[in-house]
């Protein structure tokens, strides 16, 4: 090129996203029977596509410098959120009004009167 810039071969990127896909495709229907293994081969493999479209599709291979300062709002929320929802969600703040059966997941009859039920209808 004479203005000395350089262009990606998109048509290679491409066929390395598919290559891809095909491995997260193959990674998720093998019979692996560890789950963990294969989640985090897929995720990993999801996170290399997202690299290939963000560096080549989306040009930040060719940008300066400062697009880092742009992803400090993201990384400011990527970590507050977690940590704003952890009291609810993290150290189970709420309890659990109905209990469940641990075998079905559902809902299980429960006698108010056995369980020490705070009725005090009786007393009117």
Same mark, same amino acid.
């Given at each position: 090129?004479?203005?000395?810039?350089?262009?990606?071969?998109?048509?290679?990127?491409?066929?390395?996203?598919?290559?891809?896909?095909?491995?997260?495709?193959?990674?998720?229907?093998?019979?692996?029977?560890?789950?963990?293994?294969? %989640?985090?081969?897929?995720?990993?493999?999801?996170?290399? *596509?997202?690299?290939?479209?963000?560096?080549?599709?989306?040009?930040?291979?060719?940008?300066? *410098?400062? *697009?880092?300062?742009?992803?400090?709002?993201?990384?400011?929320?990527?970590?507050?959120?977690?940590?704003?929802?952890?009291?609810?969600? %993290?150290?189970?703040?709420?309890?659990?009004?109905?209990?469940?059966?641990?075998?079905?997941?559902?809902?299980?009859?429960?006698?108010?009167?056995?369980?020490?039920?705070?009725?005090?209808?009786?007393?009117?």
């Amino acid at each position: 090129m004479a203005d000395g810039q350089h262009h990606p071969n998109y048509l290679m990127i491409f066929a390395a996203l598919c290559v891809c896909t095909l491995l997260s495709v193959a990674a998720d229907v093998l019979p692996i029977d560890n789950a963990l293994i294969v %989640g985090v081969v897929v995720m990993a493999i999801a996170t290399a *596509k997202a690299l290939f479209v963000l560096m080549y599709f989306m040009h930040l291979k060719f940008e300066g *410098k400062w *697009k880092f300062i742009l992803l400090a709002p993201t990384v400011i929320l990527a970590i507050g959120l977690p940590l704003a929802l952890l009291p609810d969600v %993290g150290v189970h703040y709420y309890r659990v009004d109905v209990a469940q059966d641990p075998a079905t997941g559902s809902a299980s009859e429960i006698d108010p009167d056995a369980a020490g039920s705070d009725d005090h209808s009786e007393s009117h």
